[in-house]
């Protein structure tokens, strides 16, 4: 159980940084697919909280927060891209040190929650 843990969430940690490298190539005008940056559900990080995360942990109350701060974040995302399009690429990439932000506090949701769930709580 632990190794698979470990596992699981080193999988998702990776998709979550994948998300956050997605956007920062769309923002800098490098061609990448919208939809798994814009929709939280299209991106695999969030088909990992959904299928995984919520059925699972859904119990403790970081797997909501990280529900809820993962659309956030998508929202957010949304915005810069947004903002990019209309030729605003300056304040859209100013607009990623909100993302860090909230990105960073993900991270820390997720190893608290692996860490949870290590302790069999």
Not at 6 to 32: C, E, I, P
Not at 65 to 92: P, S, T, V
Request: charged share 25%; glycine share 6%; hydrophobic share 40%.
């Amino acid at each position: 159980m632990t190794d698979s843990l470990k596992q699981d969430f080193d999988s998702a940690l990776v998709k979550h940084l994948l998300f956050k490298s997605k956007l920062r190539s769309f923002l800098y005008g490098n061609g990448t697919s919208q939809a798994p940056i814009r929709d939280p559900l299209a991106c695999s990080f969030g088909q990992w909280i959904a299928t995984q995360v919520l059925p699972q942990y859904g119990h403790l109350p970081e797997s909501r927060e990280l529900d809820r701060l993962h659309i956030r974040i998508h929202q957010i995302a949304n915005r810069l891209m947004d903002l990019h399009q209309r030729g605003q690429q300056e304040e859209a990439i100013a607009g990623l040190a909100e993302i860090n932000v909230l990105a960073d506090h993900i991270t820390v949701l997720m190893r608290t929650l692996e860490e949870k769930l290590r302790a069999g709580q």
